[in-house]
Antibody, heavy 123, light 110 residues
Framework: EVQLLESGGGLEQPGGSLRLSCAASGFTFSSYAMSWVRQAPGKGLEWVSTISGSSGGTFYADSVKGRFTISRDNSKNTVHLQMNSLRAEDTAVYYC????????????????WGQGTLVTVSS | QTVVTQEPSFSVSPGGTVTLTCGLSSGSVSATYYPSWYQQTPGQAPRTLIYSTNTRSSGVPDRFSGSILGNKAALTITGAQADDESDYYCVLYMGSGISVFGGGTKLTVL
């Protein structure tokens, strides 16, 4: 059974940093792309970042480019999102999501989701 | 900046059929955008319904189907049930690793 468990959310001041983690199990982690998707209070879903499984290529939404860094530790089946220079508009529930296999990872959308971790940016 | 468009809201009668759409502010949606669809109820994580235009995710009933209709991706729900009342989101793959969510459609079953 695929399981994704996010952690690391909390309250942080504007300009601060947080590191989110997502522990994965139930599949061959290193072969699959992983993404972070967020949802601001009362708003829709927004793609944040993806890291491929095959090449480890990384991709970012314009809204977080240069401030957030996605990484993965295949030995620990974990994906991280390092969030720097946080802004009030980064306040959201952050979901970890599993994507597809190998070089065609984008064809299969997000097939499994974690329960999310809340990030609040406020002074 | 490309915007993915969805109807903000839609209503359907129990037992009825509804088609939600997913378009582009500029251009047409085709299978090469690998459209996918997600259902979300308040306070819950999204649930995957459809990926790659028309492939149902594991465990999704065949009441849910995906297609390309004209210049948009479409999600059709037949035999609507009360627990289909949810928010529905589409995602399009724009290439170069970039995905864009639509704004979501709030579906009411009444």
């Amino acid at each position: 059974e695929v399981q994704l468990l996010e952690s690391g959310g909390g309250l942080e001041q504007p300009g601060g940093s947080l590191r989110l983690s997502c522990a994965a199990s139930g599949f061959t982690f290193s072969s699959y792309a992983m993404s972070w998707v967020r949802q601001a209070p009362g708003k829709g879903l927004e793609w944040v970042s993806t890291i491929s499984g095959s090449s480890g290529g990384t991709f970012y939404a314009d809204s977080v480019k240069g401030r957030f860094t996605i990484s993965r530790d295949n030995s620990k089946n974990t994906v991280h999102l390092q969030m720097n220079s946080l802004r009030a508009e980064d306040t959201a529930v952050y979901y970890c999501a599993k994507m597809g296999y190998g070089s065609g990872w984008f064809r299969e959308g997000y097939d499994y989701w974690g329960q999310g971790t809340l990030v609040t940016v406020s002074s | 900046q490309t915007v993915v468009t969805q109807e903000p809201s839609f209503s359907v009668s129990p037992g009825g059929t509804v088609t939600l759409t997913c378009g582009l502010s500029s251009g047409s949606v085709s299978a090469t955008y690998y459209p996918s669809w997600y259902q979300q109820t308040p306070g819950q994580a999204p649930r995957t319904l459809i990926y790659s235009t028309n492939t149902r995710s594991s465990g999704v009933p065949d009441r849910f189907s995906g297609s390309i209709l004209g210049n948009k991706a479409a999600l059709t729900i037949t035999g609507a049930q009360a627990d289909d009342e949810s928010d529905y989101y589409c995602v399009l793959y724009m290439g170069s690793g970039i995905s864009v969510f639509g704004g979501g459609t709030k579906l009411t079953v009444l």
